[in-house]
């Protein structure tokens, strides 16, 4: 299928061919009609992309902060391929799309095929979207008018922050597509509207609409104006539509505002307050967030778990569906706006003059009769797979994949003939830049093709288990990134599955395969008693809602990411854990010590801390075995004391390169699996059970 993708780094809009993507749980597939370009929103990244470096760190502040944090932290070069990769990164285009289900995935009631809808897709033939993030179209509304749908509820829901009540006068500073619908639903409302812009064309329509708008370009006038239309009073509100960099767009809303006025930004302007103009007049100021409760959660958009209308009455889908309803009724007038209509294939005429377009909307069209036809893309026809040889495919095209996996097994000349994600176009410009053969939207591909014998999983963590069985009960080689599976009954499943499996199973526990984490298991070789070790994460914090966290989806940041250390000192005692208890700080584990007891007597201690400060080393492993100790330093140096051996510094190297080199040999010369499958399940019953302990506060056995 196409679809338009932006690039960050050198401002490229592209027109590509992608897989079409497949419905996942609570999702729908969509055949696209129209979708609409959001000229302010685009052209915003469209001209962000064209900027010099030293312009996009203008533009963030607060990102440049981050940056150098990082390098302070990880050194310049890592950090810099950090940035490259991530602006590297395709941006899709578009999110005010039209068309007709095609396809539902499980637990879909409310849609059918055939339903015609609106969502908040990309430019694109085919879209998968939330079904929380879709709206039905009433049969009165053409697929052209229904475009507007998503843009128009951006509008609404500034004016449900504004709250405004009957007889009131609004001014709305900047008359484009947002600015146009706004005020059309404030004069719906019962409140008198004035509007403002620099464009005399856009004044025309909107006073075409109904709308008193003016073109005062004086700041001193507009202000005046407000004035002798308001009985010197002022506005009641200001909405804010426009997209400058100006700080005076916000100083001449509070000017118009009177006392006690309100001003919401649904825009993009400078802001740079002047305390005076709020305190004098005590005004309220807020800015809106897209299309109303809702946005940005992934219970609500992801999981499809609805706010109860008694409590939200108008999340982001009943926004759509409000604004649907004004169409219906004709409240909502839109045919007025569109500038053009054109089919997707000539979206250059729209993106190659998009800084000096005055377009108020443009639609894209697509062809009626096209069909999903693949989930595969052949990205790469010229490759030829060796027979004999290993053959790959990748279920996962996300950041890991890309910044980590990708470049060492290309190292490695390993060859990979798919790589699958979820919507395809990460993995159709992934597949591009390392020469795989076929991209793909569908795993069940991969586990089908008799060519390839090995899979690799670097998906959510709540989707390993299903994957890991899946692909071992299709007779594959299995490396899954950590972890291995959330819960004990998953554990099983994947053991049972083993048993019966030609394929090995191998965990992305790396730090054992780190070069200085491999010379500190000489040092201690031949040691047939017990010893200690205290490993120490300082991981920091992570966004409340960062995904890693939730307990469905990522399981928590001990059984997602302590589990390294687990295995790290299973293979440094050369023992299986029997015992374990951890105690938190928090509810969401996120700062916690646990406690290993092994076979062999030894002990482990795991210190897993996000309140610790970000100047100090990430990682610390200390061991202790009889009157000796050895510490690895954020795997760039080891120190050994009265080991009789000097000190040894590398570059940080946390072992993934050795990880898939080692895995690598082991598919292609039949070796034994790299990390023995029984210390793979007693780690990861581990893992699991650390957590159970902290909720029955008792010691908890592993067997």
Known sequence: MLQIIQNLQTGTTSLIEVPCPLPQKGQILIK??????????????????????????????????????????????????VIKRKLDTPIPLGYSNVGEVIGVGEDVIEFKIGDRVVSNGPHAEFVCVPQNLVAKIPERVSYESASFTIIGAIGLQGIRLLNPTFGETIVVIGLGLIGMITCQLLKANGCKVIGFDLDPDKIKLAQSLGVSAFILEQSNDRISLIENLTLRLGADGVIITANSKSNDIIHEAAQMCRKRGRIILVGVVGLELRRSDFYEKEITFQVSCSYGPGRYDDTYEQKGIDYPIGYVRWTEKRNFEAVLNALEEGILKVDELISSIIPIESF?????????????????????????????????????????????????????????????????????????????????????????????????????????????INTRHNTHAQLVVSALEAGKNVFVEKPLALTLMELNQIEAAYKVSKGQLVVGFNRRFAPLAIELRKLISGMDIPISVIATMNAGPLPLDHWTTDQITGGGRIIGEACHYFDLISSLTNSSINQVIMNSIDVDEDTASILLHYQNGSLGVINYFSNGSKDYNKERIEVYSQGRTAIIDNFKRLENFGFGRSSLSLKQDKGQDNQFKFFLDSIRHGGKAIIPIESILNTSKAVIGAVLSQKSRNWYEVK
């Open 32 to 81: 696209s009609h129209f979708s609409l370009m959001s000229l302010g929103t685009e052209r915003m990244l469209v001209e962000f992309g064209k900027a010099s470096w030293i312009d996009k760190a203008k533009q963030q502040p607060d990102k440049v902060k981050q940056v150098l944090q990082k390098i302070k932290t990880d050194g310049l070069g890592p950090t810099i391929e």
């Open 348 to 456: 250059r005429v729209v993106y190659d003059e998009i800084s000096e377009s005055k377009n108020i909307a443009t639609l894209f069209k697509y062809a009626e009769n096209k069909i999903p036809e693949k989930s595969t893309l052949v990205t790469n026809r010229n490759i030829i797979l060796k027979a004999g040889k290993e053959c790959i495919g990748i279920i996962g095209a996300g950041n890991y994949t890309s910044s980590v996996v990708l470049p060492i097994l290309k190292k490695y000349n390993a060859q990979i003939k798919y790589l699958c994600s979820a919507k395809g176009l990460t993995a159709s410009t992934l597949a591009k830049k390392y020469f795989i053969q076929n991209a793909t939207s569908d795993y069940r591909i991969l586990l089908e093709d008799s060519d390839v014998n090995t899979i690799i």
